[in-house]
């Protein structure tokens, strides 16, 4: 498979690397359908953030899923999906409270395309292994376009981990008075 992959300041350069597979029966895998290109990425190019020779880029995507573990409950193949930027269990301390960068089942602040301690892969890449299906994955709403939808991809799914639980403890609260 193809994989977009930082050389130097200014030199990007697509990979040839082998495509990933299900490691474990919570995971999924997805194909990148859209990738956006966030402020960060554009340090990297340009030098302004460091970013090893080699490294995979981009961790803003949407995409389908094409294989999922065993284990995964909250999605079927060919649904689409945007995917968390952050590696995160969903079910630790800190990814119950919305703090998803802190997740203790991975190395900290575990992410795609940022040079970051766990080889996750980038976005820019055709397809993603994703550790964590049920939290990372937030279906699309039905006939939404995947392109309009891309900055979903970071700062508004980075939003709703932060107030969703929140919302979600209220409406449980209010639903048993």
């Known amino acids: 498979m193809r994989q977009l992959t ?3 300041p200014g030199k ?9 597979k299900i490691r474990r029966p919570g995971e999924a895998i997805v194909r ?5 290109r966030c402020d960060l990425d554009t340090g990297y190019v340009r030098g302004l ?23 995964v409950t909250a999605f079927k193949l060919g649904d689409r999906v945007v995917v968390s930027p952050q590696i995160c269990c969903g079910t630790c ?16 602040a575990a992410s795609y395309g940022m040079g970051r301690e766990g080889n996750y892969g980038g976005a820019a890449s055709d397809f993603v292994r994703v ?5 990372m994955l937030v279906r699309l709403p039905a006939r939404s376009d995947p392109i309009k939808m891309i900055g979903a991809a970071d700062a508004v799914l980075d939003a709703w981990r932060c107030v969703g639980p929140f919302f979600k403890s209220a409406q449980a609260a209010a639903s048993s008075s």
């Open 6 to 8: 930082f050389i130097k």
């Open 12 to 20: 990007l350069e697509w990979w040839d690397v082998p495509e990933p």
């Open 32 to 36: 990148s359908i859209v990738v956006g």
């Open 49 to 71: 953030a460091p970013l090893a020779t080699g490294n995979a880029i981009g961790h803003e995507c949407i995409a389908e899923v094409v294989d999922l573990g065993d284990e």
């Open 93 to 108: 301390s800190f990814c119950r409270r919305g703090l998803t960068g802190r997740c203790s089942a991975v190395p900290f």
């Open 131 to 135: 550790p964590y299906a049920d939290a």
